[in-house]
């Protein structure tokens, strides 16, 4: 089974920031934070990943609380195109086996 | 930006023939995976890749499912003898390395139609 949990859905108006939520209360000290996202069916996109320290890159925002139990993906200035399923993954003791859960369906509106 | 390329980006075949999923990975990654996903569920693992060996396989991937690497760039999935419930999205990945912070990149699929 997944290690995180996440809320099923989550909308956001375009143009303002998209924060998706993610607890991984369980993870262990060596294990990173992923986030991926799919768009319509077509293949997971990699978006981010963290170990301890916040992380950013041109696509998004990675903030990891002290503890390590939850983090969130920050979706700067969300467009249409950012509508998907978004995931977040902690490695499942190695990165050779991705654990995915049911992600959170982020709708951006108009 | 350099990404993994899947064909056919459809297959139908009908039950109990073998089919064969074609993947290219990223030029210098070195761990190469498959995963599938059921309409409406879960992407699942099927099966990594290194150095020419399954390094690890999940309860999915029995002896119907083999891996190859036949060149230097081509990697393949073949489902021996397909049954209805093989139905799925087919996703092949690669990472650099196997290394935790390697992220696995995706290429956008075959859909598998059994019938």
């Known amino acids: 089974d997944a290690k995180t949990t996440q809320p099923t859905s989550m909308d956001c108006a375009e143009g303002r920031a998209a924060n998706l939520p993610c607890n991984h209360s369980?993870?262990?000290?060596?294990?990173?934070v992923y986030w991926y996202r799919q768009i319509h069916s077509q293949g997971p996109q990699y978006i981010i990943h963290?170990?301890?320290?916040?992380e950013t890159n041109e696509m998004a925002s990675l903030i990891i609380t002290e503890d390590r139990k939850s983090s969130t993906l920050i979706l700067p200035h969300a467009t249409l195109r950012d509508t998907a399923v978004y995931y977040c993954?902690?490695?499942?003791?190695?990165?050779?086996?991705?654990?995915w859960g049911l992600g959170t369906s982020l709708a951006v509106n108009p | 930006e350099p990404e993994v390329t899947q064909t056919p980006s459809h297959q139908v075949t009908q039950m109990g023939q073998e089919v064969i999923l074609r993947c290219v990975p990223i030029?210098?990654?070195?761990?190469f995976y498959w995963y599938r996903q059921i309409l409406g569920q879960k992407v699942e693992f099927l099966v990594s890749?290194?150095?020419?060996?399954?390094?690890?396989k999940s309860e999915i991937f029995d002896d119907q499912f083999s891996v190859e690497r036949p060149d230097g760039s081509n990697f393949t999935l073949k489902i021996r003898s397909t049954k209805l419930e093989d139905s799925a999205m087919y996703f092949c990945?690669?990472?650099?390395?196997?290394?935790?912070?390697?992220?696995?990149?995706f290429g956008d699929g075959t859909r598998l139609s059994i019938l």
């Open positions: 030029s210098n990654h070195l761990y």
């Open positions: 890749f290194y150095n020419n060996e399954i390094s690890e």
């Open positions: 369980t993870i262990s000290g060596n294990e990173y």
């Open positions: 993954i902690v490695n499942a003791g190695n990165n050779r086996k991705l654990i």
């Open positions: 990945a690669s990472s650099r390395t196997g290394s935790r912070n390697q992220p696995q990149h």
């Open positions: 963290g170990l301890k320290n916040n």
